[in-house]
């Protein structure tokens, strides 16, 4: 992806090798670790939610403090400007999408990059989340080691795209929670079943990989031979489906919040190849 003479975002609040203390998660490749890690990959709130919960349940001893600064590596300092210059693309985009539509001023959120752990108007949490959207303080979360663990966990082939691609679909979750998405979610999944609320997130979660298609169509000029194939790919690793046949070996599609793999292709791809807000309606398709 072409990025390097992109403006930077003002909304990056980068806390990775900040002094002071910060929580770790010892033996992170335990049970709880992973059901909280799964939970909350690409999870929005109420991932986030669910996740506080588990973390609750973990044993005092699995944590130790991590005192003092750590310096960044040139490669860490690199994808971290990476992410701050595709956090300023998704302004520029949703600004002139919401100008387009007639929707007002878009209302910038802000990005915090994380190691260890954090704390959020959501709760607390730490690198086993995965990147996650707040609409407490309307703030995206991100561990970019998380990618790694795409990688190496989940089967996925990395590159810079996919994580393009992950932050598009958090910012997508601001979109939602702005335009009253994500309340009218929340309400409706009260007076229904599990199931049938699991129906709905499904449906919240597409919507967020169509808009970040759509935010790669406003970007076009800028996508290299391959990029759309490793986002694909991450979209593709990440899809309940996926996820339950690793970790379980079985699928419970009435367990689903993210959708199927397919589904999640679909639904990046059609944001992309329609670039028309106006196709974001994944709840009357799908449900």
Known sequence: MKWKDYRRSDNVDDRRGMSGTGKAVLGGGGLIGIIAFL????GGEQGQQIGNVIKQMQPAQQETQVQGATELTPEQ????DFANAVFAMTEDTWTKIFQEEGLGNYPKPEMVLFTG????ACGSATSASGPFYCPGDKKV?????????????????GGDFAIA??????????VQTVLGTSAKVRQRQQQLSEEDGNKLSVCQELQ????AGLWAKYNQDRIEVGDLEEAIDAAHAVGDDAIQSKMQGYVQPEKFTHGTSEQRKK????GFQTGDFKRHDTF????
């Open 208 to 211: 967020a990989d169509f808009y």
């Open 267 to 270: 639904w990046f791809t059609r």
């Open 284 to 287: 009357a398709e799908e449900l």
């Open 77 to 80: 300092k690199e994808i971290g």
């Open 165 to 174: 691609y992950v932050i598009a679909h958090e910012v997508g979750h601001h």
């Open 141 to 157: 979360y991100m561990d970019l080691d998380f990618f790694e663990e795409l990688k190496s966990r989940f089967g996925a082939k």
């Open 117 to 120: 752990s954090v704390e959020t």
């Open 39 to 42: 939970l909350m990959t690409f």
